[in-house]
């Protein structure tokens, strides 16, 4: 499992949803590696995050032929077994050399009831078993043009802050996803992104501490493309990428993870 802590190495992050089979992922991942060279993950950690189907099949790609993409997941239940028929549990994924996994994306909140005490406790569990969790975080359009932006990501990183210790919080990755940009080709302005983003580090410079706020990594995502990456990237509060379908296509992805370079 990589050390993923401590530091605010940009981070580019794909986030596939439910796409690509296990064999799809595969063939995106060795597409993906083939792009990427030494220079590329020195400059940035690199994940992709398969649906639960392809996580073993990856693995073992990215062990074989010792890639430096880290694995990731989308979701975990906080219990590490039981009766829970569906889920999968953060020591599941800990076996399986993931190193990140993605709590309270918006789609489970929104579609699928969780609440800002289930994320506090996956992104607790995550941890527990030597994971990092992205913590997502976002408004609806409905709260964007009623001004309650700044309230609803307020609550929800205080929320996911409370669990976790000082240390932890260095470790941690949030991501700021506006619900109105996920998918819609309607990206943040860079402006926009980076208040909200500066928002996240002073909840945790206030909540935590001045050192957790200088460590925690923020990525941006909804909408992220080639052609916007790097003004996103430039803003100062602005430490990654959390990507959805523009990672689905390796060479797309990798010219995202290069951005600096432009193509
Ligand atoms: P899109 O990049 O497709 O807007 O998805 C963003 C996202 O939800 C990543 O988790």
């Known amino acids: 499992m990589a050390d993923?802590?401590?530091?605010?190495?940009?981070?580019?992050?794909?986030?596939?949803?439910?796409?690509?089979?296990?064999?799809?992922?595969?063939?995106?991942?060795?597409?993906?590696?083939?792009?990427?060279?030494?220079?590329?993950?020195?400059?940035?950690?690199?994940?992709?995050?398969?649906?639960?189907?392809?996580?073993?099949?990856?693995?073992?790609?990215?062990?074989?032929?010792?890639?430096?993409?880290?694995l990731g997941a989308q979701n975990c239940h906080w219990e590490d077994k039981g009766a829970f028929t569906g889920e999968v549990s953060a020591p599941m994924l800990a076996k399986l050399n993931v190193s990140l996994v993605i709590v309270g994306h918006s789609e489970r909140r929104q579609l699928f009831g969780e609440t800002d005490d289930m994320v506090s406790k996956k992104a607790q569990a995550v941890f527990a078993h030597g994971m990092t969790p992205i913590v997502c975080v976002g408004e609806t359009l409905e709260e964007r043009e009623a001004g309650g932006t700044d309230d609803?990501?307020?609550?929800?990183?205080?929320?996911?802050l409370s669990g976790l210790s000082p240390d932890q919080v260095s470790r941690l990755v949030f991501a700021?996803?506006?619900?109105?940009?996920?998918?819609?080709?309607?990206?943040?302005?860079?402006?926009?992104?980076?208040?909200?983003?500066?928002l996240i580090r002073g909840l945790v410079g206030d909540h935590v501490s001045a050192e957790a706020a200088g460590a925690v990594r923020v990525q941006y995502g909804g909408s992220v493309k080639p052609t916007n990456i790097a003004e996103l990237m430039d803003q100062?509060?602005?430490?990654?990428?959390?990507?959805?379908?523009?990672?689905?296509?390796?060479?797309?992805?990798?010219?995202m993870v290069r951005w600096r370079t432009p193509t």
């Open 4 to 70: 993923t802590g401590g530091s605010r190495k940009p981070l580019i992050s794909g986030n596939w949803k439910m796409n690509h089979n296990h064999l799809e992922a595969i063939q995106v991942v060795q597409k993906l590696s083939y792009a990427l060279d030494k220079a590329d993950y020195d400059a940035s950690d690199v994940s992709v995050h398969p649906p639960f189907t392809g996580l073993r099949s990856i693995q073992t790609v990215l062990d074989a032929d010792r890639i430096p993409i880290l």
């Open 152 to 160: 609803k990501v307020r609550g929800q990183v205080t929320a996911a």
């Open 176 to 198: 700021y996803e506006p619900i109105w940009a996920i998918g819609t080709g309607r990206t943040a302005s860079a402006a926009d992104a980076q208040a909200i983003c500066g």
């Open 236 to 255: 100062p509060d602005i430490d990654g990428a959390l990507v959805g379908g523009a990672s689905l296509d390796p060479d797309e992805f990798a010219r």
